[in-house]
């Protein structure tokens, strides 16, 4: 850990990752308080698989056509939005189908971004620090468009959360009061899939769910009101982040699986505590 606070004085690196994982967790708190409220992780885990396709198509453009300008992000976000949309419109048009649609959107997007990953020349690091995340690897440019996609989702999320707080908790009421639900379900989907792509880059497609819902369970053991939910949240998850690129960093360990295993932990003994507490007022 010493090792850590010595080195961050001076390598730019790790100066980028403590900043990642600081923005990253506002977009995290906020719309992770959304997924936990209006419990639609399961949708959010079939957009989080779509984005390795997008992924792979935007390296494999790189590589074949040299578009260096089609930074993987970028192929990230439209893979991401895409699943969102489809995702959302069937569920929408006929909720029978609704698990059937999200497995298969789910399963078409992590093999179309295999098939991109094995057209392309040379082993793909970069694809597979995605998969698994390495956020000890983002770049200036990453940074950037990572603060852009987060003062995007806050600037919505300010701009209508009434209108979000009426979706996830009483649908029937702001349609009586006239809301468009649908188009605000839709739009909540497309900026969870935007916080997705975020969170990519710190824990990887694989473990995004995780740090997407346990920060927001923690923080609701503890408050009631939906906004403060999103502030304990994002500074949950900025513990979490920085909890764990600061322990992974010595024993060179992976930053995203350490961060998860020091959220889960957390959770676990949140869980534990209620329950002590539970059992103590009973008995």
């Known amino acids: ?33 959304f997924v936990v409220a209006r419990r639609i992780t399961y949708i ?8 390795l396709a997008g992924l792979g198509a935007a390296r494999y453009c ?7 300008w089609f930074h993987p992000l970028y192929g990230a ?9 489809v995702i959302g419109t069937v569920s929408l048009a006929a909720h029978q189908r609704e698990d059937t649609i999200i497995g298969a959107v789910w399963a078409v997007g992590m093999a179309v971004g295999i098939l ?20 000890l690897i983002v770049s200036r ?20 959360y009434n209108r979000f707080l009426a979706v996830c908790f009483d649908e029937e009421f702001a349609r009586i009061r006239g809301v468009p ?3 605000y379900y839709l739009l909540l989907l497309a900026m969870t899939a935007l916080t997705v792509v975020l969170l990519v880059t710190v824990v990887g497609i694989v473990m995004v769910i995780a740090l997407l819902t346990l920060p927001a369970a923690v923080a609701g053991h503890f408050v009631k009101r939906l906004s403060h939910m999103m502030i304990l949240a994002t500074v949950c998850t900025a513990l979490f982040t920085l909890s764990g690129i600061v322990v992974s960093y010595g024993p060179n360990l992976p930053s995203g699986a350490t961060t998860i295993v020091i959220a889960g932990v957390a959770y676990l003994a949140v869980m534990l505590f209620e329950w002590l507490r539970t059992f103590g007022r009973s008995s």
């Open 181 to 183: 639900v649908e188009r």
């Open 1 to 33: 850990m010493s090792e850590f606070f010595a080195d961050i004085k001076t390598q730019t690196f790790l100066q980028f990752a403590l900043a990642t994982g600081l923005l990253a967790s506002v977009a995290c708190g906020v719309i992770g308080s």
């Open 116 to 135: 991109f990953i094995f057209k392309t020349p040379g082993y793909n690091v970069d694809l597979m620090s995605y998969l698994f995340g390495n956020i």
């Open 44 to 51: 959010a885990g079939g957009i989080a698989h779509t984005v």
């Open 77 to 85: 976000v439209i893979a991401a939005l895409l699943a969102a949309a």
């Open 141 to 160: 440019d990453d940074l950037w468009l990572i603060a852009l996609l987060d003062g995007f989702i806050v600037a919505v999320t300010i701009l209508f």
């Open 62 to 68: 790189q590589v074949t056509y040299g578009w260096q």
